[in-house]
Structures are given as C-alpha cells and as structure tokens.
C-alpha cells in the first residue's frame, strides 16, 4: 500500500491532520511540542483508493538532546519510505525557520510534496506567503475543523505511485486450508493420505474427530496448514454441548481459511446439510475447491458427476470442482495446485488504470438499462480490499443497479482476470467528493 508521510516543524497539527485524515483519534495531540516520537502508521482510503499515512515527530532544528535527534531520525526514516510527502505548517505563525530547515530536508527527495497549510480557519488565511518555500500550491486545511481535508485528499491520491496491473499479497505466512464436510465423507482419510503419514484417526464411526487438527505441509517449497475438521451434523442432531463446541471450532476454521476444501461423497446423493456447508462457506467470502471423494467408485467418466455438483451448489459458482479417492490416490497430486491457484485469486489485487478500462468497455458494449428514463452511471471502479477482491464502483444512483446489470459486470471482471475459485465482492455507492466535516 502507498505511504504517505506527514512531516513539519514541531506543533503545526501533523497529529491532528493524521487523525483527521484516518477519522480515528489514534494519535496524541497536546498543544505543546515533542508529544509525537515515533512513527505511527494508519490505513485509509479516499473515493476508494486505499493508502498508508505516517505520522512524524517534529523536524528539531536546535538542541543535541538524545530523544529529539531520534525523533528526527525516526522522521528522516518516513520521509525515506514514503510515496508522497505532506509538509505540515502553520498559518498562524507564517514561514519560519524551521520550515525552511524542513523543505532544505525534503528537496533532496524527488518525491511528491505538498504543502497543507494548518490552522487555516479564516478566510483570510490563504496561506499565500508559503508559495515562496517553492513547493507548489498551498493548500489551507484545519485539522480541528475539517476545513479543506478533501482538496489535500485529492491532491495526495493525484500523486500516489502508478500501479502495476496485477499484484498478489505475499508474504511468509503458510496458506491454511480448511477441510471440511459431514461426517464419514472422508476428511481424515485425505489428511493421512496428503501428508503420507497418519496425522487423524481414520474410524467409520461419524465424529471421531471433534477438534480442529492442524499439520503443516510443504509442495514445491510453498507452506501449508492443513485443518482436519469435524463433520458438520445437521442441526437437529446437534444435543451434546461437546459437538456444539466442535461445530463452532469447524465454523471458526472456515473463517479462519485462506482456502476451503469441501468434501462430498460420490457414492451418496448430495444433502441438504451439503448444501448448508456450501452456504457458510459462501457467507465467509472465502476461496474454495469441491472435492468428490470416492470417484473410482464412479462407473464411466465423472463429468456428469461435476456438472450435476455445480447445478446444486447454487451458492458456490465460482467453485472449481474436482473428483478424487482418498484411498487410491487417484487425482491428488491435483489439489495443490489447484489450492495455489485459488489462494492467488483470493489475494490478487488489480490496477486502477486497467480495471476501469474493462468496466468502460463493458459499458460500452452493454449499457445499463434505464429505470423511469434515468440510467446507471459508473464513473470509476477500485479495489479496496482482496481476501476476496472487493471492488467499489462509484456511480451516480445505487438504487438504479439491477441484479442482472451486476450479474453481468462480474462476469466480465472474470472473463478478464478469471477469479478461478475465489469469489469477488462488487458494492456500489453514490460518488463523494467531499469529506464528512465531524
């Protein structure tokens, strides 16, 4: 996520604008210098466009006092990591020189800066004398008031860093992968036959396993977690207040997924309770792969098989189906990449640029049907979150999205990028320029 640092002479209100710009009270203000040493770090968004403010310590000019020359360091660190830069003054007191101290810091950037002009409650404080520290236009706000936030807003999402067209997350935590299912489907016997070891008791009684079982697995030098879980009975038979605890562990455990890997019996007709387990897992948002044990016991090919599952599981079209035995083998070696594939479509995040490409396009190929003469208008589309990607399309009416019309707008994001086994999550909301003055 682009950074962007808040930095300036000491008590210009850099606090107060990060937490103006945040809208939370994170930080301390106090009216005196020094309350601010180390560097605090928030995440927030403007029209959709998400980004990481820091807030800094003072720039001291004066004094070898150990505290204040960390203060300064710990900012020279922000000012090194950061996107854009917002140097911080005050209206009251006008240019000092401890502004020109700061802005001698941040020429030897070649990073954006702007300059938000604090304190700037009357109309009278323009803050015209700041165009003679030469770093643009300055831009009056009140940090106490809320006066101006949206412009320095605009300005900083103007200047953020240019996106490449497709990232995924990374990082060095292992991917979990929940399993799960009712009772006797096969989860255990997959668990052992996975890590080539017994890890579960593997009993045909239904609900041997009672608590969720992790172990960790390593393919190609990429790390799994595996997560046994108990099957999920149907309500009705759910009375020991032991099972009600493992029924919440297993719920616990999709919530907890990265990747959700539900199993089925392909020797038994698909259940209402299957169905409630592909609910959950629907409602949690969460990435997920349908495996059919037991498919040797299938006579012939298992295509029918796949499409009869999808047809049922309503609630999972996003789900990639695949058909297995837990006890030959037969299709395992399959699971994991499939497993990697839905764990980058779960965490991928797309470009601004190229996504708002595509949803041009797709209007212009499909325009939005009107409703009493009046028609959707989409003025641009971000992605705000993944784990899932969770798209945000600023348009001029919500109330005049039909269903169809974002049935359609998701099938074109996944004819482009694809998605294979990961939902994505599509809100509309009426387009805000100005920021709420609270």
């Known amino acids: 996520m682009a950074l962007v640092a808040l930095v300036g002479r000491p008590n210009v209100g850099k606090s107060a604008l990060f ?6 009270r994170r930080a301390i203000v106090e009216d005196y210098p020094g309350v601010t040493r180390d560097r605090l770090y928030e995440e927030t968004d403007w029209n959709g466009i998400p980004f990481t403010v820091i807030d800094t310590g003072g720039i001291w000019t004066e004094g070898e006092d150990t505290i204040l020359s960390m203060t300064r360091h710990q900012t020279t660190l922000a000012i090194e990591e950061a996107d854009v830069i917002v140097l911080v ?15 001698e810091l941040l020429r030897h950037t070649k990073k954006p800066v702007l300059v938000a002009v604090n304190k700037a409650e009357s109309p009278k404080d323009s803050g015209v004398e700041f165009y003679e520290l030469g770093l643009g236009e300055p831009i009056p706000v009140s940090a106490v008031h809320g006066q101006g936030i949206g412009d320095l807003m605009d300005q900083i999402v103007d200047h953020l860093p240019t996106e490449v067209d497709v990232m995924h997350e990374v990082g060095d935590h292992p991917i979990r992968v929940a399993l799960v299912g009712r ?12 890590l080539g070891y017994e890890r579960t008791l593997v009993t045909p009684i239904a609900g041997t396993t009672r608590d969720v079982v992790d172990a960790l697995l390593v393919r190609d030098q990429k790390e799994f977690i595996l997560l046994d879980t108990a099957g999920l009975r149907r309500p009705n038979k759910i009375s020991e207040e032991l099972e009600e605890k493992t029924v919440q ?7 907890d997924a990265d990747v959700v890997l539900m199993m089925l019996a392909a020797d038994e007709p698909m259940t209402a309770q299957d169905q409630r ?12 792969i349908v495996l059919i044990n037991k498919a040797d016991l299938v006579k012939g090919a298992t295509t029918k098989l796949q499409i009869s599952t999808r047809e049922q599981l309503k609630f999972l079209p996003y789900a990639t189906i695949q058909p297995i035995s837990a006890v030959t083998g037969w299709h395992l070696d399959n699971i994991w990449p499939l497993v990697q594939t839905a764990y980058e479509s779960f965490t991928t995040r797309l470009a601004t640029h190229p996504l708002n490409r595509l949803i041009q396009e797709a209007q212009h190929l499909n325009p939005a049907p009107t409703d009493k003469g009046k028609a959707l208008k989409i003025y641009y589309v971000t992605q705000v979150t993944s784990r899932p990607p969770h798209f945000v399309f600023f348009v001029n009416d919500p109330e005049l999205l039909h269903f169809s019309y974002e049935r359609y707008l998701e099938n074109r994001l996944r004819e482009k990028f694809g998605f294979p086994g990961s939902p994505i999550h599509l809100t509309f909301r009426a387009r805000v320029r100005k920021m709420d003055d609270q």
């Open 249 to 255: 562990r297993t719920l616990q455990a999709i919530r």
């Open 183 to 194: 009772p006797n489907v096969g989860k255990s016997s997959l668990v052992n036959a996975l």
């Open 277 to 288: 387990i592909a609910g959950q897992i629907a409602q949690n948002r969460k990435a997920v």
């Open 19 to 24: 937490n103006r710009i945040t809208q939370k």
């Open 89 to 103: 003054v005050d209206a009251k007191q006008g240019v000092t020189s401890s502004d020109w101290t700061a802005v």
